[in-house]
């Protein structure tokens, strides 16, 4: 198939799916390799990446879907039902967080973390389709494992899994209780720095002291 009429069929592809469409699908309907499919795909993105247009094409992991641009989203909101687009409480947003960062992690894990009982949101988690079953993990009773889909790396614009920022570093104190590395290092920073300004204070206090004291009396000279 000669190179424009790919792109067109890949951009039609794209336009009518309506989801993440994975390469290893193009390259099944398009008896074609990988490597055509992503060349296409890049000409189309800079053809896409035109001021006047309006939709661009979004990587995903190992997929590709046709999307409104971002710049756009205040025209294009009001049409749309509010009802589409999950509401998350913030015990959801735990637990998806748990996942994200924990792939194939299981209720029991997710509860441990948080402390209490998440069968409601990891129930709406899966009904938004942010969540997915990941399989049954190795241990006692073979519980169900969870993964983040596609579908939370559109919401939050990420590109890969690999794209979330980094959790801060943490240890359990003498009271097994979590302390951040971070905060702690800025708190010893603080201290440092109060001792050193308490330090300039008394030395200055001292010397302020010093010129201050009644000379010593001459010899012939009463105390007064």
């Known amino acids: 198939m000669e190179k424009e009429k790919l792109k067109g069929v890949i951009e039609a592809i794209l336009f009518s799916a309506g ?12 008896e074609t390799n990988s490597d055509e499919i992503i060349s296409s795909i890049a000409e189309l993105e800079k053809e896409y990446n035109a ?5 661009e094409i979004v990587r995903v992991e190992d997929g590709y879907q046709m999307a409104s641009k971002k710049e756009y989203h205040e025209y294009i909101y009001p049409m749309l039902s509010k009802s589409a687009k999950p509401t998350l ?3 959801s947003l735990e637990v998806l967080s748990i996942i994200a960062y924990n792939s194939r992690a299981t209720k029991a894990d997710i509860d441990t973390i948080r402390g209490v009982d998440s069968s409601a949101s990891l129930y709406r988690l899966l009904e938004y389709n942010l969540i997915e079953q990941a399989g049954k993990a190795d241990l ?4 169900m494992t969870y993964k983040v ?5 559109k919401m939050f614009g990420l590109k890969s899994i690999k794209e979330l920022p ?6 359990l104190d003498s009271n097994r209780q979590i302390v951040i590395d971070e905060l702690e290092d800025q ?3 603080a201290d440092k720095n109060m001792d050193e300004d308490n330090e300039q204070n008394y030395q200055e206090n001292s010397n302020l002291q010093k010129n201050t004291e009644a000379p010593e009396p001459k010899d012939g000279e009463d105390n007064i």
Request: hydrophobic content about 35%; glycine content about 6%; charged content about 30%.
């Open 19 to 30: 989801r993440v469409v994975k390469i290893r699908e193009l390259m099944t309907l398009l």
């Open 51 to 55: 001021p006047a247009r309006g939709l």
């Open 89 to 91: 409480s913030q015990a």
């Open 140 to 143: 006692p009773g073979k519980p």
């Open 149 to 153: 889909t596609d579908e939370f790396l």
């Open 166 to 171: 980094d959790l801060p570093k943490y240890k």
């Open 187 to 189: 708190e010893s920073s």
